[in-house]
């Protein structure tokens, strides 16, 4: 059963204001020695706050790339724009020390909305720095001129791009 910290509180005021041995008064509510000793030295430490139960789920994922390492790995992308998410990967791997591989820089291509020049598609260094991402419901393309023929910064409706497969051939 889960206390809150007040109950925490006054579980371990009554134990040390008990007469009985501290095991008996732990037996006689209910309460593991482990646990009581547990809630004790928090109490110790960080005064009754650290009493409060605090949430199972952890900060962040264990393989959750941070932010910062997701900007330069973008930055990497734009500087070098003739490197396929492979090279992207392996350079970055070289000189940040920073493990990633192909697949998270690959995704982090795709949540820009931005997908490297392969096969006729649409390449990250043709996303311009101030144009990545989703306008309006819209794709913005900036860059180059792509080989479907649309002139350079051309809207074109995120339907449409849906329509063709989420791929601009």
């Given at each position: 059963m889960r206390y809150p910290g007040s109950e925490k509180l006054e579980?371990?005021?009554l134990v040390e204001q008990s007469h009985l041995p501290v095991r008996r008064t732990?037996?006689?509510l209910g309460?593991?020695?482990m646990t009581f000793y547990?809630?004790?030295a928090r109490l110790q430490a960080g005064g009754p706050e650290a009493l409060e139960d605090k949430p199972?789920?952890?900060r962040r994922a264990w393989n959750k790339i941070p932010e910062e390492v997701r900007e330069q790995i973008v930055e990497l992308a734009l500087d070098e724009p003739e490197?396929?998410?492979r090279e992207v990967a392996t350079r970055f791997t070289d000189v940040k020390k920073y493990f990633v591989s192909e697949a998270s820089v690959?995704?982090?291509e795709c949540q820009l909305n931005c997908v490297r020049a392969f096969h006729g598609r649409l390449s990250l260094a043709d996303c311009s720095r101030q144009t990545l991402g989703k306008e309006d419901g819209e794709l913005r393309i900036g860059g180059s001129p792509l080989d479907s023929g649309l002139p350079v910064d051309t809207k074109i409706p995120q339907r449409q791009v849906e329509?063709?497969?989420g791929r601009l051939i």
């Open positions: 579980i371990i005021r732990l037996a006689t309460i593991l020695p547990r809630w004790y199972s789920r952890p490197l396929s998410p690959y995704r982090r329509q063709l497969g």
